[in-house]
């Protein structure tokens, strides 16, 4: 049996494996996952907590290429769906990842859909790992952003920390029903963090805010994936965590610019 396993964290990384393991599903026919997100491929994939003795491991998570390649690589040329697939010996092919939904939970995004018309996400805060580069990825007026996207339909919160605006809904439940909730979306509006992968491998348009990391190596593989180019204000952007002084990349841009632009993305004038 062959067993794909990563199980540092980062649920964007748990998403940007998809093609990796469907490339060993199309190649074995026995094989397994193991990941420390076992609910992102609940009913698509099998799915084990230990590898079987004697099992062949492809380990995606100890000495992570995604981590060796971006520490070491200038400029950044590989995204890490391709590093996962050419670290699990496959050809990047510009596969992009993909998840399913069950019938009984695509019944309730419709149900979703149906009552509450057009929801916007919002998720501006990016993951903390307790470093000096915690911040650079997040957006610093989501309450602003959320009062003018309000105006287009529902704004949905989506992050731990709720933002507790009387312009948008805090989002509540697990990672199934998150998965769920973003696929009734009319559109997400996310910085570089796990929810710009969650809602491009369910389909759904997308606004992308993106500061130090290039959003060509996130998430161009995506379907119906929209940035604004380079911030006239920075210089270096798109840096990968160069040094900066002021972080102010994603400053510059301004609530009522990204709504305009959300208005462009649901053909809304």
Partial sequence: MRVIRRMVPGIGDAVMLEPTIRAVANTYHHYAVQ?????????????VDQPPEGADVIDLGEDCPAARYESAAWPIEKSRTQLFLEEAGFFYAHQSPS?????????????????LGCQIGLATISAKYNNHLDGWRDYPYPD????LLSRIGTVVWFDLQPLNSKWAEDFRGGLRQMMVRISSLS???????ALVHLAGALSIPQFCLFGPTDPQYRVAQYPNVNWLPKYEKCGRAHCWYQPCEGRFC????????????????????
């Fill in 35 to 47: 990941t420390k997100y076992p609910q992102l491929f609940e009913g698509m994939y099998p799915l």
């Fill in 99 to 115: 998840l399913d939904l069950s019938p009984q939970e695509k019944e309730v995004s419709a149900e979703y859909q149906q009552t």
């Fill in 187 to 193: 559109v997400m509006v996310a910085v570089d963090t």
């Fill in 250 to 269: 994603l400053q510059t841009i301004s609530p009522k610019q990204i709504y305009e632009r959300v208005k462009m993305v649901l053909n809304i004038w």
């Fill in 144 to 147: 602003k952003l959320a009062q």
